[in-house]
């Protein structure tokens, strides 16, 4: 079971982000995704996976930003354990 902090680095240019979400995959290109709470805004380059999060079949977290028109295609990904 997961919980706990998960950190990005925000981009260089992140005047067309509107807000990031975190996802628990199955791949680092987010395979089989599933939110884990709800989007953090830009600015915050954190989110929270609540403690007791079941990992399941699922070995990352991924993180896509989204503007307000669309989802980034490529996420970030941590690799955990």
């Given at each position: ?51 007791e999060t079941a990992s399941g079949n699922y070995d990352f977290f991924v993180v896509y930003t989204a503007s307000w028109l669309v ?11």
């Amino acid at each position: 079971e997961l919980g706990g902090t998960v950190k990005w680095n925000e981009p260089a240019d992140p005047s067309r982000v509107s807000v990031y979400n975190l996802y628990l995959a199955k791949n680092p290109i987010g395979l089989g995704r599933s939110q884990i709470e709800g989007s953090t805004s830009v600015g915050t380059n954190f989110a929270y996976a609540p403690a007791e999060t079941a990992s399941g079949n699922y070995d990352f977290f991924v993180v896509y930003t989204a503007s307000w028109l669309v989802e980034q295609t490529t996420p970030v990904a941590l690799e955990f354990v």
